[in-house]
């Protein structure tokens, strides 16, 4: 069996040492190596090459999302996913971090079980935990009035979208799993899935969090409007 590839990137020793021990602990993930700086992690991301990095956001020198940038933007490590570990009290870089790159993120404080979880969901190259968590996110940080954090860059352009494929990102930004897009718009998981994979080639993201961000950079949806 192949197992996943994982770096783990906190600036406390405590926090990382406890995150690669219960990463380590499962049978199909491997820690290949641990930072403690944005710039220890984007060296050691080139050398190891990881599946996913486990990313934390503050840090001594360089931060997490100037890590994530770097990496995300690295041709040779188009294989690698970024998955913030983040606190509450970080909930407002979140976006930065997704705009950057990142594939997802998680909570300090979430359950060993969700932690390992939300790596194998990164790796397979789904979005957060669920794409009901990205809403969840973008509408709170949306309501702390800092939603100027959608127009710090040039929306990507949408025109190469069908009508279908306009339809189904809208969906995909409102927190709707393909399963559940699927049904509402009766076609099968698999036609949906297509319809996901389409969008993201044509819109140039690597995963579903890209293609949230991209929604709502276009105005299709709304922070806090259903």
Same mark, same amino acid.
């Given at each position: 069996?192949?197992?996943?590839?994982?770096?783990?990137?906190?600036?406390?020793?405590?926090? &990382?040492?406890?995150?690669?021990?219960?990463?380590?602990?499962?049978?199909?993930?491997?820690?290949?190596?641990?930072?403690?700086?944005?710039?220890?992690?984007?060296?050691?991301? @080139?050398?190891? &090459?990881?599946?996913?990095?486990?990313?934390?956001?503050?840090?001594?020198? &360089?931060?997490?999302?100037? =890590?994530?940038?770097?990496?995300?933007?690295?041709?040779?490590?188009?294989?690698?996913?970024?998955?913030?570990?983040?606190?509450?009290?970080?909930?407002?870089?979140? !976006? @930065? =971090?997704?705009? =950057?790159?990142?594939?997802?993120?998680?909570?300090?404080?979430?359950?060993?079980?969700?932690?390992?979880?939300?790596?194998?969901?990164?790796?397979?190259?789904?979005?957060?935990?669920?794409?009901?968590?990205?809403?969840?996110?973008?509408?709170?940080?949306?309501? /702390?009035?800092?939603?100027?954090?959608?127009?710090?860059?040039?929306?990507?352009?949408?025109? =190469?979208?069908?009508?279908?494929? /306009?339809? !189904?990102?809208?969906?995909?930004?409102?927190?709707?799993?393909?399963? @559940?897009?699927?049904?509402?718009?009766?076609?099968?998981?698999? /036609?949906?899935?297509?319809?996901?994979?389409?969008?993201?080639?044509?819109?140039?993201?690597?995963? &579903?969090?890209?293609?949230?961000?991209?929604?709502?950079?276009?105005?299709? !949806?709304?922070?806090? !409007?259903?």
């Amino acid at each position: 069996m192949t197992k996943v590839s994982v770096l783990v990137v906190d600036d406390q020793p405590v926090i &990382r040492a406890a995150v690669a021990g219960l990463i380590a602990h499962e049978a199909d993930l491997d820690v290949v190596g641990e930072a403690s700086t944005g710039e220890d992690a984007l060296r050691k991301a @080139q050398r190891l &090459r990881p599946d996913v990095v486990v990313m934390d956001v503050r840090m001594p020198e &360089r931060d997490g999302i100037w =890590a994530t940038r770097q990496i995300c933007a690295d041709t040779d490590l188009s294989g690698t996913r970024v998955l913030i570990l983040t606190t509450f009290e970080d909930e407002a870089y979140v !976006v @930065q =971090a997704l705009r =950057a790159g990142a594939s997802g993120f998680i909570g300090k404080g979430a359950d060993p079980e969700e932690i390992v979880a939300a790596v194998r969901t990164v790796h397979v190259g789904e979005a957060l935990l669920s794409p009901r968590a990205t809403r969840a996110l973008i509408d709170r940080y949306s309501r /702390t009035d800092q939603s100027a954090a959608f127009s710090s860059a040039p929306p990507v352009d949408l025109g =190469a979208l069908t009508e279908r494929e /306009t339809e !189904v990102l809208v969906m995909v930004a409102q927190g709707l799993s393909n399963a @559940q897009i699927a049904e509402a718009l009766v076609i099968s998981p698999l /036609t949906a899935k297509t319809h996901v994979n389409r969008i993201m080639t044509k819109v140039s993201a690597h995963d &579903r969090a890209q293609l949230v961000i991209a929604a709502y950079e276009n105005g299709l !949806v709304r922070p806090g !409007v259903e």
